[in-house]
């Protein structure tokens, strides 16, 4: 038997106008972890699409082995059938069914001819301990979190006999807790003879879990590395990934500081649903003029509840507090007033909430500023042309033309957008909840140059980040969250992992420098 389980050989796939992928070669050993890296728009979920059955044999060129025979899945049916099984980034999982339901969903176990209740139940515990998920199996997937809906996702592929389990970006939305726990996992996964792919965009992570390594870049191998005997590093990688030496992972800036503009000062939060639930508890924060300012929390520390309810009252019931802009107090009742006064929030969630995906690039750029260019109701097609090629140039957004739809676009180029549409509305404060979260390390520099551009301009940025090095590496002052606390700040000068961490698990606020008046 040979050691690759899988091979496939000049994969090329096109969309038109677009050549997706070009003659990729890779190969994967068998009982392995295998990582597939690349910027956004490498091809890297379409070269799994293409060895799963999104893309049915015949809509591709090159050739695909699975265990020494060809490949030639039509569908994902016919793939899951010979053991390949693909978790996409965005789960398919229904809320309103049971882990055990969603375990079986098109699998179901029956007796007789009907469900049998019993047997899903019972067969649900067996691979729900085999992940390390502790929960009823008649429990609702919507009333459990994303770390463990990821291991329903894999417990469900265990259902079908997996043999080449595929991830793509496994831990973008998971905590560093629930990402370890899941890395454990694989490991384990991969002890009792399952070889999985990983696509992720967090290099430290594959650099612990991964035995190889793909690298491919603008739809072609670039090269494959054995992580141990190559030696590989952080440094190694993104250089094969971006074609290129990236001398430091954030962009040098010198920022220039000017007087406090904005500030929050005694804002309170209660739960929508839950009114007796206070999700932020008399926060206060202030931001100056060319300052990067961070937010950092666990994950429910309400940061993005914070966020959310300053940006419009988006998000909330009971809000109570003040904002003022310039020494102004601002009445904000939505999110027209919000971006009339000179806010605008960039979301974490940028597929559901921070663009239309079936819109092309022109519609997104300029909705949240549509008045601008619309005189007694009708709107100026050339000038939303106009801007759009200017945002799209300024952004550095690849795509073929104005026209293009969102929805076709690589991650990265979707932030882009996202902070493009919100700079044409000209904010004084632009608030970025994750803005760099599932995208490459190449679109991420990208990223921080444009918004180092924004400070230089004499805005401000509120930076809502689950990573601390970004923070550290971005930001000029930072404030942790807890519970819907304000714990502390630290400054630029003082900041460390160890100190933010501290004031992130803190109770009640306290700590860290006095807050600046």
Sequence with gaps: MSEDILRMRGITKRFPGVLALSGVDMRVKRATIHALVGENGAGKSTLMKVLSGVYAHGDFEGEIEFEGRPARFRNIRDSESAGVVIIHQELAL??????????????????????????????????????????????????????????????????????????????????????????????????????????????????????????????????????????VTQDRLIKSMVGRDLEHLYPPHEPTIGEVFFEVKDWTVHHPDQRERVIVNNAEINVARGEIVGLAGLMGAGRTEFAMSVFGRSWGSDISGTVTLDGKRLRIRSVPEAIEAGLAYATEDRKHYGLHLDYDLRENFTLPGLSKLSKYGVVDQHGINAVSERLRTEFGVKAPSVYSLAGNLSGGNQQKIVLGKWVFTEPELLILDEPTRGIDVGAKYEIYELIHKLVDQGKGVLMISSELPELLGMCDRIYAMSAGHITGQVDRANATQEELMRLMTLETASGGEELRQ
Excluded: Y
């Design 94 to 231: 229904v809320g309103e069914l049971s882990i055990a339901e969603n375990i079986f969903l098109g699998n179901e176990q029956k007796s007789g001819g009907f469900i049998s209740w019993a047997k899903t139940n019972t067969e649900a515990s067996r691979l729900m301990k085999q992940v390390g998920l502790q929960d009823n199996p008649q429990t609702l997937v919507e009333k459990i979190g994303v770390g463990k809906q990821q291991l329903v996702e894999i417990a469900k592929a265990l259902s079908k006999n997996v043999k080449l389990l595929i991830l793509d970006e496994p831990t973008a939305a998971l905590n560093d807790t629930d990402s370890e726990n899941l890395l454990d996992l694989l490991r384990a996964l991969r002890d009792e003879g399952v070889t999985c792919i990983i696509i992720s965009h967090k290099l430290g992570e594959v650099l612990s879990v991964a035995d190889s390594i793909t690298v491919l870049r603008d739809g072609q191998t670039i090269e494959t590395l054995a992580t141990e005997a190559d030696g």
